[in-house]
């Protein structure tokens, strides 16, 4: 089993107050979080752009995987993934994680490229763990 861990600490009220973000690699140290920054736009992270980045990186990793076991090797995978926070009864939930993917892979198809990544988007990780719509854009270039 693999463990990761990430933390964070709020201080204040919710609309007040502040937060940071960290992650045990150190990649993310004590980086500035907040209300303005999630729901009004203001610079800095939040937690949905993390999910967004986690989603791109999976999906882009279990795609190389997916590749590979079809006997292709990709010479690039960008894969950008927008999340959608959207108020619900209950408050707010992530409802949608929309994946949008373009790929260099030579020799391979269309359809073949078609399938890895939709088996990539079905299977990796991240989209697992979400229980939100995961839609997908996917060009072979």
């Known amino acids: ?69 079809a006997g292709f090797t990709a010479d690039d995978i960008s894969t950008e993934a927008t999340v959608s926070l959207e108020k619900q009864d209950g408050g707010f939930a992530v409802t949608k994680s929309h994946l949008v993917v373009t790929a260099k892979v030579p020799n391979a198809s269309e359809a073949e490229f078609a399938e890895a990544a939709n088996t990539a988007k079905a299977n990796c990780p991240i989209s697992k763990l979400l229980n939100a719509e995961i839609t997908m854009e996917a060009t072979l270039v």
């Open 1 to 69: 089993m693999i463990r990761k861990k990430g933390s964070a600490n709020w201080q204040g009220g919710l609309k007040d107050g502040t937060g940071t973000i960290s992650t045990e690699s150190g990649v993310l140290d004590a980086v500035n979080y907040g209300f303005n920054k999630r729901f009004e736009g203001a610079p800095g992270s939040n937690p949905e752009e993390l999910i967004a980045a986690a989603h791109a990186s999976c999906f882009s990793m279990a795609l190389s995987m997916v590749l590979g076991e």
